[in-house]
């Protein structure tokens, strides 16, 4: 592929990010907003670019099925690329006429390379045009089928069967390819819910309240981002069950908690939130240049009561020594097998051997909290997996080891108020799949 910029064009800008997605292991959620100013595309044209993007990772799969039958001869990898984004318009976007598709291609394709890729680009874009797609009916094994359907890897979709079963696999296959709702929690150390939903209002975005969680709210017409009401620190971006784990920590004014992996800082600034900016709240990451992400929030919020650190939270409890916790989050790393809806990528990118090496880290990190955690104190575990593995067998292996670590009810608000551990699944209501259990800790 000739290294150019065809400038101002968005099927080029999509090409370049789906390429580097595959190639250069980059991430899409990053690339997009560099992506629209390298190619000086017009704010109107993000919604489209997004929609090529994420919907060409989210149907790989069902596109390639489609299109191996035309390719007949080794194609580069970028021009299987280009025909991937190219067919998901005619498929899947009908305010694309499938003929601006084929044509935008094959300028692409000439520009790119030369004037036989084009003609191969079109040959083969114009005779699934005119022969019809063919049918997922001709996969006989009902998970294959689903694989190829949902374009989830085989091996993905047999483990969710082995783990959760067919119908309820497939129920989170279906989700995960549907469009992630925008939702923002309220600062309400700052403001209130109607306040907040006043000022989006005024700037011209819909707001409306989550039925489950107060402080949440689904926003629509915008981008919220890029709104006063974020500048100015009255909300923050974040997924609505990424707001649970927060809940079942029970943090209060005055405490002194610590967020052992925090960066970006979605759930340090929410824990501040709750203590009403009031007590010590420390919020560690492994990575410096995250760790400043994390400053960056708590500034726009107005919480001064965050004190970040950057470094391995494996050894907090040397960096930590003397000091004993009322409240530890330990969200995490993990597979992200919960957030496919929001970052595609991640099906493809993980493999089988995954799970059992952030078992590891998970355990590690866990058996840290515990030396620093005060008798009776809370300590959440959180992940935005659905993954056994990574999930209750994380558990179940933590409390072998540690008696005195009780699993106590998850107080989450409302109706999702549950037994601890707690899973929930994307298909629930539409949020992240996530997983948060709370244990307290027996007086010695
Ligand atoms: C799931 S993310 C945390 C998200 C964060 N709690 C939030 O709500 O914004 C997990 C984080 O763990 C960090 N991390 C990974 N290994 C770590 C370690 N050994 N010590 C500290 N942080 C670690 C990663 O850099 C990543 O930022």
Redesign the pocket.
Known sequence: MKKLKLKGNVRDAALSILWAVENQQAYSNLLLNDTISNYGLADKDKGLLTEITYGTLQHRMTLDFYLDPYIKKKLEPWVRTLLRLSLYQMVYLDRVPERAAIHEAVEIAKKRGHGGIGSVVNGILRSIQRNGLRSLDEINDPTLRLSIETSHPEWLIRRWIGQYGFDKTKEMAIENNLVPRQTVRVNLAATTTEDAIRALEAEGLSAERSPRIPECLFVSGGQPAKTAAFKSGLITIQDES?MLPVYALQPEPGMTVL??????????THIAEKMQNTGKLYA????PH?VKLIDEAAARLGHTIIKTEAG???SSGERFDGIQFDRILL????SGLGVIKRKPDIKYTKSETDFQRLQG?QLD?LNEAVYLLKPQGILVYST?TVDQEENNGTVARFLETHPNMELIPAALPGSLRADSPVQIFPQDFGGDGFFVAAFQKRER
């Open positions: 990424s967020d052992m992996c925090a960066a970006p800082g979605g759930k340090a560690m990451d492994l990575h995250k391995d939270a494996r969200d995490a790393p993990c880290v990190l935005c």
